[in-house]
């Protein structure tokens, strides 16, 4: 049995609190926020967990074996490597930490202890993610062309991070598990349309090597909600919408041929192809049940998992990449050698 402190009862910390209360493998023991109302809304649902308002209190518990942070993102770094550093396990919300250097840093700790580090990318842990990567694994999409994705709304203006670390972080998390090649450079747009605080409205565009790119269109200023995404590839394009309530991914046998005339470049011929489409059947569960149940494994077995360290410190690497840009005007920054794949 795992015993699992969290640090963070705002919006997601409950999310993750119920979701460990679920598993076999693993209890939640003590709840930490520094409100006071939001611990009484936490003993009320589960009188048997100890509430703490003080962080240090919960790590130092010895009838915790792992933490789970869901703080704002400037905490992460600080309770993180304090967790670590008490000899606990840690499953840190995304994004990982506020720079490069920080997640490097927790990875090197966890590793010189040999302790679990993992990051909260959920969508990797969803039945229509999992699909996509099946796709891709199976050729069934042929070579990526590009991945386009929208992820707006009237959502909840953050002071401490713009809405590229807010949301396009989903996105750099699905792209890192589902495509096969990590970005080379990155530019970023964007706006903030309250003075003083970070972009609410931004455009982030990843190149690669190779004919493949990427776009996350990412705002907390629009009047409807969507959250579309099509991965293209020569063969099949998937569109997936998080959205819809039964059939989020649909596999489109459309596409383009192209039979190229050496001799004469425009009068190559285009032909195009819109066949089937059919929505495959996906795995239900919740996403952060899957997560905290494979969290929960990875402490009992020693293995590596699926969203580790690595793979948040790769996303960090790419939003630090677009903040630098978008301080630029959409400056392309180079990456390459720094996000290896
Ligand atoms: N994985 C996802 O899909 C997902 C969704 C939403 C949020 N998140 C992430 O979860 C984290 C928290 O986001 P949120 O929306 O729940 O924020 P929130 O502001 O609603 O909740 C944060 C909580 O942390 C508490 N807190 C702040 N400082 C503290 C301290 N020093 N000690 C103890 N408690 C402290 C606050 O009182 C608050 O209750 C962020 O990193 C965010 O990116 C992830």
């Known amino acids: 049995m795992i015993r699992i402190g969290v640090i963070g009862y705002g919006y997601w910390g409950p999310n993750l609190v119920r979701n460990f209360s679920e598993q076999v493998a693993a209890a939640v023991t003590v709840v930490c926020d520094q ?11 589960y009188p048997a ?4 308002i003080d962080p240090a209190d919960l790590i130092a518990d010895p009838a915790v074996d792992a933490v789970a942070i869901a703080t704002p993102v400037a905490l992460h770094f600080e309770l993180a ?3 670590l550093r008490a000899g ?17 840093q927790l990875i090197d700790e966890a590793a010189r202890r040999r302790l679990v580090l993992m990051v909260d990318h959920t969508f990797v842990y969803t039945g229509a993610v999992q699909k996509m990567r099946e796709l891709v694994i199976n050729g ?10 929208v992820r707006i709304n009237l959502g909840l203006f953050q002071h401490d991070v713009d809405v590229l670390w807010d949301l396009a972080v989903h996105d750099l998390s699905i792209m890192d598990f589902v495509l096969p090649q990590q970005p080379v450079a990155v530019s970023a747009t964007g706006l903030a349309h309250v003075p003083g605080r970070p972009a609410n409205i931004a455009y982030m565009t990843m190149f690669f090597d190779g004919p493949l790119i990427a776009h996350v269109h990412a705002s ?3 009047p409807v ?3 579309r995404t099509l991965l293209g590839g020569n063969r099949r394009m998937v569109l997936f919408d998080d959205l819809e309530t039964s059939e989020k991914i649909k596999v489109y046998d459309s596409g383009i041929s192209v039979d190229p005339n050496p001799e004469n470049v425009y009068q190559m011929l285009i032909g195009y192809r819109t066949g089937d489409m059919w929505a495959p059947k996906l795995a239900v569960t919740e996403a952060l049940h899957v997560e905290a149940k494979h969290f929960a494994e990875c402490v009992a077995t020693g293995t590596a998992p699926q969203s580790d360290g690595e793979a948040g410190l790769r996303v960090v690497r790419l939003l630090e990449a677009a903040s630098a840009s978008l ?4 400056r392309p920054v180079d990456i390459r050698g720094l996000v290896a794949g």
């Open 81 to 83: 490597m304090a967790a």
């Open 327 to 330: 301080r630029q005007q959409g």
């Open 35 to 45: 409100r006071a109302d939001r611990l009484a809304h936490a003993q009320r649902r």
């Open 225 to 227: 909600k969507v959250r």
């Open 88 to 104: 606990k396990h840690v499953l840190v919300e995304k994004p990982m930490a506020s720079t490069s250097d920080q997640a490097q």
């Open 49 to 52: 967990i100890r509430v703490t």
């Open 140 to 149: 069934e999409l042929g070579d990526l062309n590009y991945y386009d994705s």
């Open 220 to 222: 907390w200023l629009a």
